[in-house]
């Protein structure tokens, strides 16, 4: 137990301090993004995310947002198990065919409005897979889809962006 | 050592005047190749498991319209041999290897359902693997008349009736789980049968992220197959991309600069760190350790960054092309990488200490999971899996290619338990040991170009072989008569070891499996292609 106290306290506060240039960035879009949270979705934002084919990358950095660097749960924003408890849907991969039943269950299972949002080129727009006999291009070609963050895979600072985005996106 | 050569053995009976076998030479990178008929496909895997050989994938080939060429790759401890036969017909026929050889299994129907090959003797029968309800069951993808685009533009259905084995009898109970888990992961479908909490069986039911990336390749160019490799699976973006550019280079006789083969290893070896870490913390995080993730998720973030400024990219995709690498270091790189090296060994000294020796992690991981030696090589697993089984292999070591030819290794890293803790425990010794050879590399960097032009040469064919994080990665590469890609097979590690989850999980309890299939880790992406 010592051993574990004394590494976390030399390991200090990591989450990111705002004097690194990227780490402004973070700080004043996670402010940002707190306001939105708390003003749309009574201060919790409920995120389910689907792999539709993805070769794995966009998940590596989704996962990122965990870490104590972003810690992504201090804005509010957290993913849950079940699309039931979802606010948003985060799909990422170009949709496979084997995947597109699944991912239309998933996206009826959740309640509404049902955010989607698209991450990472293959979400997007099909990236390098494209349409093909195995995958339907783009996840708005299946579900409809509200906001996009490019990149492959996006970084985690884009996602955070793009979930601001989302958030911004009027749905009135 | 030795005294008799098994490789050897077997092409000497294989070329005997029964068999017929004829040495061929049209696939670079590989020292022995072999054609021959395919009456005796069946006869070459029994001759092949007397010799006591690993069977490292099988994938077939379609050449036109009619004949189909079949490959498959055996493994000595220090050497390979290639072999291939040519089958035409309406369904094209062969012995099966899974009877002898159970980890081909999904190799062999993966062949099935996009070429059309019947394995006869299969002990599965016809029962598809990476088809679902995408094309019909007489629609091959990977034939040349089959359109990319595929001739079914409407909603694909789920695979509601894939057959599951299942086991009855009282109590006995079936857990579905997947293909969306609650996890950020990617898809894939378990089926359990248990008993109060035990497993009795497991099956494993993939191919939902099939995005048919073998048919993507055909028709590229060199770098646009590199590109293509980068996103096989992206954790092993350098693995994959790093065998295909072996296999184009190996095909079209490129010589690549040293400097660019020092990179690469850099490269590889970042990788291999970065998921290592990745892993460590996701095995504490299976068991509510959530210091160990939440530590582990901090050292991968540095690296990661380290990884953004240095080579481009965090994941370290598109840094190698053919002939080459992409991006040079900059002078004040090497030791600033160093440096780094040395905080991460400082904080790894103190974190894996805990991590070894922590009792409520110990009984967690010890004695959970055991993977028995002998299954691993029957099933014909590789890296870490078969490591922390006994299997001392790894082909940095006992199959050096450059530039790990030049470095100084250590003895590769072997445990004998073969649990959790053990695959852990391999992971961690690796860390040490990529550190170091990442100090060799920067401290011997040769001086000079990073790529050199690959002139595409028609219709030749290579095979890459490098050691991933996961294990050996294969890329085969067949060019056309324009030089153009006409084949490419990625074979991940992932075929070999995601068997052997079914098998070291039968005994242990239900809420035992993530922390199981972490330890495991099998690539989804790697495999459903
Ligand atoms: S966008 Fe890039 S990283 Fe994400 S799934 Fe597609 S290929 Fe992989």
């Known amino acids: 137990m010592f051993r574990i106290l004394n590494q976390i306290v030399r390991t200090g506060l990591r989450t990111e301090p705002v004097a690194r240039p990227d780490a402004a960035g973070l700080e004043r879009l996670g402010i940002e993004l707190r306001r939105r949270v708390d003003a749309r979705f009574g201060h919790s934002l409920a995120i389910r995310q689907v792999d539709a084919g993805s070769c794995g990358g966009c998940e590596i950095e989704i996962h990122a947002l965990a870490n104590a660097y972003y810690d992504l749960e201090r804005f509010g924003i957290r993913f849950c198990a079940s699309p039931r408890h979802a606010d948003a849907l985060l799909v990422t991969g170009p949709v496979s065919r084997h995947m597109e039943q699944a991912l239309r269950r998933t996206w009826r299972a959740m309640p509404a409005p049902k955010f989607v949002i698209a991450a990472g080129d293959c979400a997007c727009d099909g990236g390098e897979f494209g349409e093909s006999y195995a995958s339907c291009g783009a996840v708005e070609r299946v579900i409809p889809v509200d906001v996009r963050i490019p990149g492959c895979p996006p970084t985690p600072l884009q996602l955070v962006e793009g979930l601001l985005a989302a958030l911004a996106q009027d749905r009135d | ?172 109970c079936e857990v579905p789980v997947g293909p969306v888990h609650a996890g950020v992961i990617a898809p ?35 770098a646009g197959l590199v590109r293509l490799a980068a996103r096989v699976a992206a954790d092993s973006t350098v693995a994959h991309a790093w065998a295909a550019c072996q296999a184009l280079e190996r095909a079209c006789d490129t010589e690549v600069p040293a400097r660019a083969l020092y990179l690469r290893a850099l490269l590889a070896e970042r990788e291999r760190v970065a998921n290592h870490l990745g892993d460590i913390g996701g095995i504490c995080n299976d068991v509510g350790f959530g210091f160990g993730q939440s530590q582990c998720a901090l050292l991968r973030e540095r690296w990661q960054r380290d990884n953004a400024s240095h080579f481009g990219h965090r994941l370290l995709m598109d840094t190698l092309v053919p002939g080459g690498v992409v991006r040079d270091l900059d002078p004040a790189a090497p030791e600033r990488l160093i440096q780094a090296n040395g905080e991460l060994r400082r904080v790894l000294r103190r974190l894996f200490d805990i991590l070894d020796d922590h009792p409520p992690l110990n009984d967690r991981l010890l004695t959970t999971g055991i993977l028995a030696q002998g299954t691993a090589r029957a099933l014909g697993c590789t890296g870490y899996v078969a490591k922390a089984s006994g299997i001392d292999h790894d082909l940095r070591h006992h199959v050096p290619y450059a530039p790990y030819d030049r470095l100084r290794l250590e003895t590769a890293v072997v445990e004998h338990e073969g649990d959790v803790a053990a695959r852990m425990r391999v992971r961690m010794r690796e860390i040490h040991a990529s550190l170091g050879l990442i100090e060799q590399l920067l401290a011997a960097l040769p001086e000079g170009a990073i790529a050199a032009p690959l002139t595409p040469r028609p219709e030749a064919s290579g095979l890459g072989l490098v050691e991933g994080w996961r294990g050996e990665s294969v890329a085969l590469v067949r060019l056309d008569v324009a030089g153009r890609v006409a084949r490419y097979f990625p074979r991940d590690p992932s075929w070999f070891n995601w068997p052997a989850l079914e098998h070291l999980i039968l005994g242990n309890i239900v809420p035992d499996f993530p922390v199981c299939n972490k330890s495991v880790n099998g690539s989804y992406s790697g495999v459903d292609l």
């Open chain 2, 1 to 172: 050592m030795n005294v008799t050569d098994p490789l050897a053995d077997l092409q000497g009976l294989l070329t005997a005047p029964g068999i017929g076998a004829t040495a061929c030479a049209g696939v670079a990178g590989v020292e022995s190749c072999l054609a021959l008929p395919a009456a005796h496909w069946g006869l070459l895997a029994e001759l092949a498991a007397d010799a006591g050989l690993r069977h490292a994938g099988l994938w077939a080939d379609a050449l036109d319209e009619e004949r189909l060429r079949v490959q498959a790759l055996f493994a000595a401890a220090d050497g390979y041999l290639l072999a291939q036969t040519e089958v035409t017909g309406a369904p094209p026929e062969l012995a099966s290897h899974t009877p002898l050889f159970p980890g081909v299994d999904r190799l062999e129907r993966h062949a099935q359902d996009l070429l059309g090959v019947r394995f006869l003797g299969h002990p599965r029968g016809a029962v598809r693997w990476t088809r679902h309800q995408a094309w019909p069951e007489t629609a091959h993808p990977l034939r040349p008349d089959f359109p990319l685009a595929g001739d079914h533009p409407g909603r694909t259905p789920a695979d509601g009736d894939y057959p599951i084995v299942r086991l009855q009898g009282n109590g006995v």
């Open chain 2, 188 to 222: 894939g479908h378990f089926r359990f049968q248990v008993m109060g909490e035990d497993v009795l069986r497991l099956e494993e039911r993939l191919g939902y992220v099939h995005k048919g990336i073998e048919k993507h390749a055909v028709g590229r160019d060199a």
